[in-house]
């Protein structure tokens, strides 16, 4: 019965530390095939010199990739910067305010909200955002706009990550124990005071790793995104200007002009630095959130 156990707990130690290799090997097979793909067009160029060069023009074998990786940063914080505040205020709200009716009530449409496919989102931001933006918001700024813009995609893209983010926020919220609020509150402090020297303070390891995880989502967000832009490779400089963000350029290219050399390979390399952003942003994430861990104890 003993070897039994010993046997078992041998097998599962196996079972688990293989899927933990697995699942490492699985993402540097999917790095590994990307660069192989962008080699072709990385024997002309540096990558540091497709980067930071600003000229897309593959009939001249000209593959620059700034535009849209500039195009991907500005309309992924636009987003953050809309749906941060909003989202830690309204789970604050749920978590600490709102009667369990109003919970009863708002967690299901928020649930809601994670279920609607990314391409309904796109139509509505084309029927619903494009115009408001133009007609509305644009042309105090500038004589003429058709709201196809970077702010556009980063507005549809706040509202996709919504949900996201209030449901890991309401969570991190509910595992700060009811003790430290008590005791707050019986030391004369008022239930704001709490929430703001308590339960946010508790929670920042929590709440930053939520908004890492949006950040990555919103990276990598195509089909919304795509719809919404204007999908013009050219460097933005104003949230009011078009902007092709990396994956909705992969998205829209892929299959079309494959004619032209090297044009498989830049794609391949766009993905590459796509996936190369993300793990680098995660990494750096991690490391700032093991520091925050560390000042909270």
């Known amino acids: 019965m003993v070897s039994f156990r010993i046997i078992k707990s041998n097998v599962m130690g196996f079972t688990m530390r293989a899927s933990v290799l697995f699942i490492v090997t699985l993402a540097v097979l999917i790095a590994v095939g990307l660069y192989i793909k962008s080699v072709p067009v990385l024997r002309g160029k540096s990558i540091i010199d497709l980067i930071i060069s600003d000229q897309w023009k593959p009939s001249a074998g000209k593959f620059g990739f700034l535009p849209f990786i500039m195009g991907t940063l500005w309309v992924t914080a636009i987003a953050i910067v809309i749906a941060v505040p909003l989202c830690l205020l309204t789970s604050v709200y749920l978590s600490e305010y709102a009667s369990k009716r109003v919970r009863q009530i708002m967690n299901p449409m928020i ?39 970077i702010l556009t995609g980063g507005i549809v893209l706040s509202i ?19 003790e430290l609020r008590d005791a707050s509150l019986s030391l004369g402090a ?15 390891p929590g ?18 995104v795509l719809m919404v832009c204007g999908n013009i490779p050219l460097v933005p400089h104003s949230i009011f200007d078009a902007g092709y963000p990396l994956p ?18 830049a794609l391949m390399l766009a993905a590459f630095i796509l996936f ?13 959130i093991v520091k925050l861990e560390e000042r909270v104890r």
Do not use: C
């Open 248 to 265: 909705a350029f992969i998205a829209n290219n892929y299959g079309e002009m494959m004619s032209v050399p090297l044009y498989e390979s």
């Open 111 to 149: 649930d809601l909200l994670s279920g609607i496919p990314p391409v309904v989102y796109g139509v509505w931001g084309v029927l619903v955002v494009v115009p408001i933006v133009g007609e509305k918001i644009a042309s105090h700024y500038m004589e003429f706009s058709t709201g196809y813009t």
């Open 160 to 178: 996709m990550i919504f949900p996201l983010l209030i449901g890991i926020f309401s969570e991190v919220f509910s595992n700060v124990p009811q």
């Open 190 to 204: 008022s239930h704001w005071q709490t929430v703001k020297k308590v339960l946010v303070r508790k929670s920042m």
């Open 276 to 288: 190369i952003v993300i793990f680098l942003f995660n990494v750096v994430s991690r490391f700032i």
């Open 207 to 224: 709440i930053f790793a939520a908004i890492v995880l949006a950040i990555s989502r919103a990276l990598g967000e195509t089909i919304a």
